[in-house]
């Protein structure tokens, strides 16, 4: 029978990836600022990290058992760091399209979106390497 405290390894390697791939995309549209392909796929891949970062923590939050003793303590981290990274990206798209709907994108305000990207992208590796431990250190879900 399936279990559903799957869903949660099976959705978080979602965000990590695509919100990875998004900043680096948008990192690298700064250099070239001529080509505005790399900048559209940095936006489009935060909207869609946003939005699997959402499923993903929503899944820790309602699929994953209650741990206690050490594993107990590097949940609670992890779980700190899941909430950090999914307030941190819901914010940075939301003022990312905001600046996209008042074609602001080509101002200063864009270094604004791209340092909120990289918050999100630093919180998203730490909850990455945080979770990475559970497993690996306590054996949660194997």
């Not at 919100?19 to 680096?24: K, M, P, Q, R, S």
């Not at 700064?30 to 392909?37: H, I």
Request: with cysteine; glycine share 8%.
């Amino acid at each position: 029978m399936f279990n559903p405290s799957h869903f949660h390894p099976m959705m978080v390697h979602f965000p990590v990836a695509i919100l990875t791939i998004g900043f680096l995309t948008d990192l690298v549209s700064l250099f070239f600022r001529k080509e505005q392909c790399l900048s559209k796929m940095g936006y489009w891949l935060e909207i869609i990290g946003m939005i699997t970062a959402i499923f993903a923590f929503g899944t820790g939050y309602f699929f994953t058992s209650p741990m206690e003793g050490e594993a107990g303590l590097m949940r609670e981290k992890h779980e700190f760091y899941a909430t950090l990274t999914l307030i941190t990206i819901i914010l940075a798209t939301l003022f990312r399209i905001l600046i996209n709907y008042q074609n602001k994108q080509n101002t200063n305000l864009k270094y604004v979106s791209i340092a909120l990207f990289f918050m999100a992208f630093v919180f998203v590796s730490i909850t990455g390497f945080l979770g990475g431990s559970l497993v690996i250190e306590y054996m949660i879900g194997l």
